[in-house]
């Protein structure tokens, strides 16, 4: 008998056709997002499942569920993972990592230019039928080209983004929990390693693109903005949690920084309601990975995962040490 799997979110249809040779596939093409009580019901008599960030797999749901061997994530991040609980368990877990790299280095670009040439802003005012004239002033934005890239968290995507700045002149600096090889810095457009405080100093435009955890809950808070240039503009392509939300409301409000572009959130897709009626901000709905072709590997590198760990093969992509 084939083991029974959970697809906790819609995905393609191939991607389940694919699945459905391996394994018993219980779908949810509806893409309700279920409640801890739900989803532990859906996986009572699952040894599997494939979920994406809206899934919370920790220590009370892995209680009631005997037996879970596996959960697949879609995703790089894995927040939305207790591994110590998930190890204590026996239940391994796997990411999606490198597939998504280039894509979302791709929109960070896109976020920050969008930010520093106030694209969104520009766009609303013409919808609205307010273009007239031009004049000298209308939407002066921030530079790119020359300027300083600041970095928080260089892994992979980290490093795609700074690889991409030497079209465009910049000096990159970046911090990160250690230092890359002098090999991966000279690739990633000669980036300098300096300390949190610098980075936030002299960058003209911050990105952050740093693992969610405890630790680095709030690594931009009202503290970090203050020590911001008043030009600056910051990047969140991370994960909802590591900016204040409120200081940063606040920051754009008083002009404490230029602006902002933000795909993650907290408490999202609940956000603060507040940065709508921010002029020097521009809002995505987390969609950095978002292209045709990389949603299409990551739902297929998660399913090579569940297939390997079900059929006792390591999966590609382990991330418990069981
Ligand atoms: C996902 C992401 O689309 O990979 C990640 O960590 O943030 C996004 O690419 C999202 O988390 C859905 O699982």
């Not at 404490?256 to 907290?266: C, M, N, P, S």
């Not at 956000?271 to 739902?299: G, Q």
């Amino acid at each position: 008998m084939k083991p029974a799997i959970l697809v906790a979110r819609a995905i393609f249809p191939d991607v389940l056709t694919r699945l459905s040779t391996h394994f018993e596939v219980e779908s949810n093409q509806e893409d309700i997002i279920f409640s801890p009580t739900q989803l532990a019901e859906k996986l009572r008599d699952k040894a599997g499942a494939l979920t994406t960030s809206s899934a919370r797999i920790n220590r009370e749901l892995l209680q009631q569920l005997p037996n879970l061997k596996m959960v697949a994530n879609m995703a790089v991040g894995y927040d939305n993972f207790d591994l110590p609980a998930m190890a204590e368990f026996g239940v391994q877990a796997s990411n999606t990592p490198d597939v998504l790299n280039e894509t979302t280095a791709d929109f960070g670009w896109a976020l920050m230019m969008a930010t520093a040439r106030r694209i969104t802003e520009s766009e609303h005012w013409l919808r609205d039928g307010q273009w007239h004239k031009w004049r000298y002033d209308y939407f002066l934005g921030a530079d790119l080209h020359g300027s300083t890239l600041g970095i928080i968290g260089m892994g992979r995507i980290g490093q795609a983004i700074a690889r991409r700045s030497t079209g465009f002149n910049m000096k990159v600096i970046y911090h990160n929990r250690s230092r890359l090889s002098s090999e991966q810095e000279a690739l990633a457009n000669h980036a300098q390693y300096v300390s949190k405080e610098e980075v936030l100093r002299q960058a003209d435009h911050l990105m952050l693109i740093l693992p969610y955890s405890t630790a680095s809950h709030h690594t931009i808070g009202a503290a970090e903005l203050a020590q911001m240039k008043p030009t600056a503009t910051l990047t969140n392509l991370a994960r909802g949690g590591i900016v204040d939300d409120q200081a940063l409301i606040a920051a754009l409000r008083t002009n404490q920084i230029a602006a902002a572009g933000l795909d993650v959130f907290e408490n999202e897709p609940r956000f603060n309601p507040d940065f709508l009626s921010l002029k020097n901000v521009v809002l995505t709905p987390h969609i950095a990975s978002a292209s045709e072709a990389t949603r299409r590997a990551m739902a297929n590198c998660a399913a090579d995962n569940l297939i390997a760990g079900l059929s006792g093969q390591r999966p590609p992509n382990l991330l418990t040490l069981l």
